[in-house]
């Protein structure tokens, strides 16, 4: 407590090198700050995405990781939600209960500490983070890539079981996933989208975002789930997870038609719910048009690359169909994780199966390679 510490961490010292694992120095937790030993990590596309430099808000050199979970070590002056030996979850958007985003019933993008999180930064302006005497970033407020991080009071929750006085711990090598593709695919369903009892869903992309909305759509009792993806592997294992239709718009014969128009025209006038979980955005388009005409509704969560742009003729929503967007699902994420660890736990969502690779964390370049190419859904690195 209040020492320097020295670790092990995987720095991106610059866009597309190899995350190199070095030695750092992790200062002690600031007011209102804690300092956490990060036990597991996965890679989200999003991780690859920063490091691949077609994000101009990646900054180097810096600790990237955002999907994690882990055990406080010390706290800073002020914390009072949280004592060491407590299990956690860091949250890459923050929730502090005061700001005007907080206090809308609305939105989950708490403003906070947002401008200096953006920036690679603390709250006070300043990293935590040093090796071999430069200052290394922090990434997302979370940066899980190492063995401690260190992040806002309001960008931290306890991962355990609210309801549960008997077993309060939930296992940290599962719910780390809870810190992003899993929450945010299924809030996109029971948060943004509210879908219905007896809807028609389309998803594009099946990995583990894609795979979340299914999921929820699946508990929300829908009655038609399609999954599109490039990737036949994609498509066969997505039916484990609740797809009833599965689309390769590579191979399949569209008879000189574009795939919306397919879809409409084979599934009914199109779907009460489209969501793209690819961040390609000719996807988006044919999402959005893929949704029925008069309500239905499209949901774009991947994201697009640096400077693109989404369209579609604006007819389309003018005729009755909704296009918007969701991030961490919608999730005000302080009061919601630890609910969604008891789904969890009371297996209403599953977090397992979304688990293809376990992995040591000196592995972490392998579980990178695997995002990219599409291979298995998450990695779970021990760290
Ligand atoms: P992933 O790489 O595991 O999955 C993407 C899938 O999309 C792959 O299976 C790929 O084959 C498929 N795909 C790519 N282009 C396609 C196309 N044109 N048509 C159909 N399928 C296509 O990634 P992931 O971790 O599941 O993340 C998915 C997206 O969501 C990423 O863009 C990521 O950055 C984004 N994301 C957003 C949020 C948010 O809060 N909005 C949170 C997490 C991830
Ligand atoms: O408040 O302006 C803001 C941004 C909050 C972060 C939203 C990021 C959502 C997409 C990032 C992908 C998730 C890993
Ligand atoms: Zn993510
Ligand atoms: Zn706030």
Same mark, same amino acid.
């Given at each position: 407590?209040?020492?320097?510490i020295s670790c092990k961490a995987a720095v991106a010292w610059e866009?597309?090198k190899p995350l190199s694992i070095e030695t750092i120095e992790v200062?002690?937790?600031?007011?209102?700050?804690?300092?956490?030993?990060i036990?597991h990590t996965?890679v989200?596309?999003?991780d690859?995405?920063?490091w691949?430099?077609?994000?101009?808000? /990646?900054?180097f050199p810096s600790i990237l990781g955002?999907?994690g979970?882990?055990?406080?070590?010390?706290?800073?002056?002020?914390?009072?939600?949280?004592?060491?030996?407590?299990?956690?979850?860091?949250?890459?958007?923050?929730?502090?209960?005061?700001?005007?985003?907080?206090?809308?019933?609305?939105?989950?993008?708490?403003?906070?500490?947002?401008?200096?999180?953006?920036?690679?930064?603390?709250?006070?302006?300043?990293?935590?983070f040093t090796c071999k005497?430069k200052?290394l970033?922090?990434y997302?407020?979370?940066s899980t890539f190492s063995e401690y991080t260190?992040?806002?009071?309001?960008? %931290?929750?306890?991962?355990?079981?609210?309801?549960?006085?008997?077993?309060?711990?939930?296992?940290?090598?599962?719910?780390?996933?809870?810190?992003?593709?899993?929450?945010?695919?299924?809030?996109?369903?029971?948060?943004?989208?509210?879908?219905?009892?007896?809807?028609?869903?389309?998803?594009? /992309?099946?990995?583990?975002?894609?795979?979340?909305?299914?999921?929820?759509?699946?508990?929300?009792?829908?009655?038609?789930?399609?999954?599109?993806?490039?990737?036949?592997?994609? %498509?066969?294992?997505?039916?484990?997870?609740?797809?009833?239709?599965?689309?390769?718009?590579?191979?399949?014969?569209?008879?000189?038609?574009? %795939?919306?128009?397919?879809?409409?025209?084979?599934?009914?006038?199109?779907?009460?719910?489209?969501?793209?979980?690819?961040?390609?955005?000719?996807?988006?388009?044919?999402?959005?048009?893929?949704?029925?005409?008069?309500?239905?509704?499209?949901?774009?969560?991947?994201?697009?690359?640096?400077?693109?742009?989404?369209?579609?003729?604006?007819?389309?929503?003018?005729?009755?169909?909704?296009?918007?967007?969701?991030?961490?699902?919608?999730?005000?994420?302080?009061?919601?994780?630890?609910?969604?660890?008891?789904?969890?736990?009371?297996?209403?969502?599953?977090?397992?199966?979304?688990?293809?690779?376990?992995a040591e964390f000196d592995q972490i370049n392998d579980a990178f390679d695997?995002?990219?190419?599409?291979?298995?859904?998450?990695t779970?690195l021990t760290v």
């Open positions: 407590e209040g020492k320097v866009a597309q200062a002690p937790p600031k007011a209102h700050e804690v300092r956490i030993m036990t996965a989200c596309h999003t690859w995405y920063s691949s430099g077609k994000d101009p808000e /990646g900054i955002h999907e979970a882990g055990i406080v070590e010390s706290v800073g002056e002020g914390v009072t939600g949280f004592k060491p030996g407590d299990h956690v979850i860091p949250l890459f958007v923050p929730q502090c209960k005061e700001c005007d985003f907080c206090k809308h019933p609305k939105t989950n993008l708490c403003q906070k500490i947002r401008i200096q999180q953006g920036r690679g930064y603390m709250p006070d302006g300043t990293s935590r005497g200052e970033k922090h997302m407020g979370t260190v992040v806002a009071d309001i960008s %931290l929750c306890k991962a355990k079981l609210l309801l549960s006085q008997i077993n309060p711990s939930a296992p940290l090598n599962t719910v780390c996933l809870l810190g992003c593709g899993i929450s945010t695919g299924y809030g996109a369903t029971v948060n943004t989208c509210k879908v219905e009892q007896g809807a028609t869903v389309a998803v594009w /992309g099946l990995g583990t975002v894609g795979l979340s909305v299914v999921m929820g759509a699946k508990v929300a009792g829908a009655k038609q789930i399609v999954g599109v993806d490039m990737i036949d592997e994609k %498509l066969e294992a997505a039916k484990a997870f609740g797809v009833t239709h599965t689309v390769n718009p590579k191979t399949i014969d569209l008879g000189g038609k574009k %795939l919306q128009e397919w879809l409409v025209e084979n599934f009914n006038g199109g779907f009460d719910f489209t969501f793209d979980c690819t961040g390609n955005v000719g996807a988006m388009r044919q999402a959005l048009e893929s949704a029925h005409k008069g309500w239905g509704e499209s949901c774009i969560i991947g994201v697009a690359a640096a400077g693109e742009e989404i369209s579609t003729r604006p007819f389309q929503l003018v005729t009755g169909r909704v296009w918007k967007g969701t991030a961490f699902g919608g999730w005000k994420s302080v009061d919601s994780v630890p609910k969604l660890v008891d789904e969890y736990m009371n297996k209403k969502i599953q977090l397992d199966d979304f688990v293809t690779h376990r695997m995002i990219h190419h599409g291979k298995g859904l998450r779970v």
